[in-house]
């Protein structure tokens, strides 16, 4: 009688199926990429002849009919494959979702808009081969790469200040930890998966901070080429997403990225408030009392617009949500101020030291309407 056990049936499919899957998959993140996905898809089918590839494109529900596009290409061709997100949002998150979904020992990631030149993968999927690096990972800036024509003169002065910061602060030793573009073992992904964070941009980065020094890695030069449809996904605000990780990263992961993301809206929130309160008084448009209830909605309403976009841009409000979405949220931070103020008094009844007990009111704020507006403003659907 044969043995019908998970772990047989496992090791049977090990014996019989390993010459026929595959031994790379390439990840592809896309969101509103309908026009790219053919001619990446076509030209991963000639620079890697002989090679059995797979293509996985995980798409955030673009509405430009992605998914869709990519599905009829795998109508035709098995070798591509499709993630429809539905109600999640974010480069690592999807680039974590597709890794997981491969059962190749090779995984690579690049993005879907062409800026990344295909032609490396045959080179990186040799050394990984060689058994002698976990890691390859394109770089503009070692000898022979260069950023090119894909990056504007701000974004460009934008990346080298982030590889800067990687390097001093998380010891990473990458001459481009912003690179996007990379392949891996899988199974060193599969060990380091359970640590990475699903929010954010730079998994690359987030992969060997939390790997610590113990993946052996290869950077092989590259010319970052300009995107030929569509626009970049990027924006300002991809920066403090950046700032939040390298905190992360830091605080050695006990502090979550959207913490710290909304941490950081709320310190520019403090601002705006002195701003509008100290211009309403200096103009003589109201009265202390009136101009601090005044600053105080601006400023809510500052935050809330700005962790819609950030902190919470995977969960991003719109339309009468949107509407309902920011009610709520002044109703948590006006609970907020209340926790704020009673903790403050409470520690300083105990202890008169001022700023101890500011601080301690503040983080107590801070705390509360993190998680009251994630449970009620921004709720998982």
């Known amino acids: 009688m044969s043995d019908t056990s998970p772990d047989a049936l496992c090791e049977n499919a090990d014996a019989t199926d390993a010459k026929s899957g595959p031994e790379l998959s390439i990840v592809l993140p896309t969101f509103n990429e309908r026009e790219n ?49 539905i109600g999640r949002r974010g480069l690592s998150g999807a680039c974590i979702e597709g890794m997981l979904a491969s059962s190749a020992k090779y995984v690579a990631v690049m993005d879907a808009d062409l800026q990344h030149d295909e032609n490396l993968l045959p080179r990186m999927l040799q050394d990984l081969r060689s058994q002698d690096y976990d890691i390859v990972i394109a770089s503009r800036h070692v000898e022979g790469g260069e950023v090119g024509n894909g990056l504007s003169a701000v974004r460009e002065w934008g990346s080298n200040l982030a590889n800067s910061l990687a390097r001093r602060f998380l010891q990473v030793d990458l001459s481009d930890p912003m690179s996007g573009f990379f392949m891996l073992r899988r199974d060193a ?13 730079k998994i690359m980065l ?14 092989l030069p590259f010319v970052f080429r300009e995107r030929l449809h569509g626009e970049s996904k990027l924006d300002t605000l991809v920066t403090m997403d950046y700032l939040g990780l390298l905190l992360a990263k830091l605080f050695h992961d006990r502090l979550s990225i959207r913490f710290l993301m909304f941490s950081f809206v709320g310190a520019t929130g403090v601002i705006v408030h002195l ?4 211009t309403l008084l200096a103009t003589g448009l109201a009265q202390f009392s009136a101009a601090q209830l005044v600053a105080t909605f601006v400023a809510m309403t500052s935050n809330f617009f700005l962790n819609n976009r950030l902190t919470y841009r995977d969960r991003r ?12 949220f002044y109703l948590v931070c006006s609970f907020g ?20 007990a500011g601080a301690a009111g503040a983080l107590m704020g801070a705390v509360w309407n993190y998680v009251a507006s994630k449970t009620l403003t921004w709720r998982q659907s």
């Not at 987030?206 to 950077?219: F, H, Q």
């Not at 949500?321 to 920011?326: F, M």
Request: net charge neutral; with cysteine.
């Open 337 to 356: 101020v209340l926790a704020n103020v009673g903790v403050a008094e409470l520690i300083y009844a105990q202890q008169p030291l001022w700023w101890l």
């Open 317 to 328: 409000l719109k339309g009468s949500a949107w509407v309902r979405g920011l009610f709520t």
């Open 189 to 201: 992904f599969e060990d380091l998966a359970p640590s990475l964070s699903a929010q954010g941009f």
């Open 37 to 85: 996905v053919p001619l990446v898809v076509e030209a991963l089918r000639k620079c890697l002849e002989g090679v059995n590839w797979e293509v996985i494109v995980v798409d955030d529900n673009s509405p430009d009919g992605t998914a869709e596009c990519a599905k009829t290409i795998g109508q035709v061709d098995p070798r591509v494959r499709v993630i429809r997100r």
């Open 275 to 278: 701003a509008v309160l100290k």
């Open 206 to 219: 987030d992969i060997v901070a939390t790997a610590k020094g113990s993946l052996r890695i290869k950077e």
